[in-house]
């Protein structure tokens, strides 16, 4: 028999959550030819990775990646580290389906939007410009019903009238048929946070006729972390969809040992019938945008900036502050992302604070007006205690809550979080090699078959022969992430090869440019 590329000697983690075995691999197109003994095939190309563990790619479920690609279709942090499928469109907050009213809403949110040329609205649109720009790695989209709910309502606080319901549940349902794998929601952030619960059941119940699956970036992760899990379960068992709890985390000192309860009532709902599951990224800090009071972000940008230049409101918003979810103390918030001053990226706003000789709170509320946005002022907050308690659990998959980007270009500028380059080696490398907290078959299987089957790519995050060639080639004695907190625009260490769609995308551990990546559509599109 005849394979166009075989890796022999490999140590193969099929995916499946087996030990370890040894044995080579087949590509031939764009899939997996022949796994095992392969020494009576003829090939093009042999490589031999004795002492290398050869396994599935892994597929990231819980990333950004919405514009990055049309601003560098490179961008390669992702595929760096391994990640050979993404899910985008998480948080609510999504790139299509979106109409005019949603565009001016969306482009007040994101830097960049000047070269993107937003010459879509539906997802199929929007698929069509991903595959025409280029894409390095498999990408498949949630509908953000933030997106939706700024399409029909923009900024405003208050519940849809029958119509606009009417109208948000056409444009799921229509994101569904093109395609899409579920709706994400963001109820933390606006204007997602002005939706009740009912909204988004109703919404899920469209996402069940087709399939999907409900992502939430639940309504509180601190003080009533609890109450916003039960009603993500809640949203699950209403609209009987499975459910998927993101970025799984208890934020804060006052709920550190919460998070057995987190769990214990995750177990509970599944064994009630609930299918409920959670992804999490390695790291003890999480990132987001400035701490400002949600009642403040009503109507959008435009609206915010008035309020913060309004000497009454703006005295109220500074108050509300340290009570924000996400107030950890300016010594332990890092300034990540602030185009009008770049020396600040990397400084604490304790740091910040002191170079003005302002409050912090006056200082947060200083950077939104000069940035012109909440979301254009990228902070870390430290928060996380148990994220070994989380990631033993038997529902957890990794997740990164990144970005596609890359250490060169516009997608260079700023330092943001390094899990945008370091999630997978570091889980792989600290968690599971050195510290031994799940075997490696499990380690794997939690980074690549797992979160295939939860979104439905059965042909994907499994090493079998005829299934898709997704493949990452690591050393087992090198993997490890290298980015820090101050220098995190670094690769990782010890991925070695990694083959998308049959193609070779890293080499040596070299990025060889390869754009074979393509738009996934949810088995509902077929």
Request: a neutral charge.
């Amino acid at each position: 028999m005849e394979t166009r590329i075989i890796m022999k000697n490999g140590r193969i983690v099929d995916g499946s959550g087996s030990p370890w075995f040894k044995g080579d691999v087949g590509i031939e197109g764009v899939k997996i030819s022949g796994i095992g003994n392969l020494s009576g095939f003829k090939t093009e190309r042999e490589i031999d990775i004795e002492g290398l563990v050869v396994c599935p790619g892994f597929v990231d479920v819980h990333t950004h990646t919405d514009t990055s690609f049309l601003v560098n279709p490179k961008a390669d942090s992702k595929i760096m580290q391994g990640v050979t499928t993404e899910i985008i469109g998480n948080c609510g907050n999504s790139a299509a389906p979106i109409t005019e009213l949603g565009k001016s809403f969306y482009s007040r949110r994101r830097t960049l939007d000047e070269q993107i040329g937003w010459d879509w609205n539906t997802v199929a649109e929007y698929y069509d410009r991903l595959e025409s720009n280029g894409l390095p790695l498999n990408v498949g989209t949630l509908i953000g019903h933030g997106t939706i709910r700024a399409d029909v309502l923009g900024y405003e606080a208050r519940e849809p009238i029958k119509q606009e319901l009417e109208q948000m549940k056409s444009l799921v349902e229509q994101g569904m048929k093109d395609g899409a794998f579920g709706l994400s929601s963001g109820l933390k952030y606006a204007p997602g946070c002005y939706a009740k619960t009912d909204e988004v059941v109703e919404l899920c119940k469209v996402v069940r006729k087709y399939g999907g699956i409900y992502a939430s970036h639940i309504r509180n992760q601190a003080a009533q972390v609890i109450e916003a899990a039960d009603e993500a379960i809640d949203i699950g068992r209403r609209a009987d969809v499975p459910v998927q709890i993101a970025h799984i985390k208890v934020r804060g000192r006052k709920v550190w040992g919460k998070g057995w309860n987190y769990l214990r009532i995750i177990d509970e709902a599944r064994r009630a019938g609930i299918d409920v599951a959670f992804d999490q990224y390695p790291y003890d800090r999480c990132g987001s945008t400035a701490s400002i009071p949600i009642w403040a972000l009503e109507g959008g940008t435009e609206s915010l900036l008035k309020r913060l230049n309004d000497p009454e409101q703006r005295k109220k918003i500074e108050a509300e502050i340290p009570e924000h979810e996400d107030w950890v103390g300016p010594e332990n918030t890092i300034v990540t992302t602030f185009p009008p001053e770049r020396s600040y990226e990397g400084k604490t706003l304790a740091e910040i604070s002191k170079l003005r000789n302002k409050k912090p709170e006056s200082t947060i509320c200083d950077l939104v007006i000069e940035t012109e946005s909440s979301l254009g002022l990228q902070m870390i907050f430290g928060w996380e205690k148990e994220i070994r308690n989380f990631m033993v659990h038997h529902v957890m998959m990794v997740g990164s809550d990144g970005s596609s980007i890359s250490p060169y270009g516009v997608l260079g500028e700023g330092k943001p979080h390094p899990r945008n380059y370091g999630t997978y080696p570091r889980f792989i490398g600290r968690y599971v090699l050195q510290e031994g907290l799940l075997s490696i078959g499990d380690g794997i299987r939690r980074a690549t078959s797992f979160p295939a089957r939860r979104y439905g790519l059965y042909d994907r995050g499994i090493l079998r022969k005829g299934m898709i060639a997704d493949i990452v080639v690591f050393d087992p004695e090198t993997i490890i992430d290298v980015g820090t907190y101050m220098e995190p625009q670094q690769y990782p260490k010890g991925i070695e090869y990694v083959f998308v769609n049959g193609a070779v995308a890293v080499e040596n551990g070299k990025f060889t440019g390869r754009l074979a990546g393509k738009a996934l559509r949810h088995k509902a599109h077929e």
